[in-house]
């Protein structure tokens, strides 16, 4: 135990998501093919629901320039994301989920809704971080 309230409840925010990001990147490898971060980049396009400039990805999701870059690329080769050149900055591109991208990602999302409500199930930790009581769930 710490010595602050504040550093107390971090150390718990920590554990519950690393709790949870262990999940998340288990069962999407196994089942979709993701990693946890593609799928984080795909949510981000998926709520955009148009095209979006690559970079501004970087600024909605916990992910650095670069990585999503390279994550992006990926999912361009698997078909997920298609890409086009910025019309108002020809550096950049702009990227949109495909129709197969758009599949995996409803499916994807609904297997991480069952695993957020079995980890959060299993762990006091995780249902407190969430905000999350026994009879919400």
């Not at 107390?8 to 979709?32: F, G, M, P, Y």
């Not at 050149?85 to 550096?91: A, G, L, V």
Request: with cysteine; glycine share 6%.
């Amino acid at each position: 135990m710490t010595e602050t309230a504040l550093t107390d409840r971090w150390v718990a925010v920590t554990r519950a998501c690393a709790q949870v990001n262990q999940a998340a990147e288990r069962v999407l490898a196994e089942k979709h093919g993701l990693c946890a971060s593609a799928f984080e980049i795909m949510d981000a396009m998926a709520r955009e629901g148009d095209w979006i400039r690559a970079g501004e990805l970087s600024a909605r999701v916990s992910r650095s320039q670069p990585q999503v870059s390279r994550l992006l690329a990926q999912m361009v080769g698997a078909g997920y994301v298609e890409r086009k050149p910025c019309s108002s900055d020809r550096r950049g591109f702009d990227v949109q989920l495909t129709p197969a991208g758009r599949q995996v990602f409803a499916e994807s999302a609904g297997t991480m809704e069952a695993t957020l409500r079995e980890v959060a199930e299993s762990s006091p930790e995780v249902r407190s971080a969430m905000g999350l009581t026994a009879a919400r769930q």
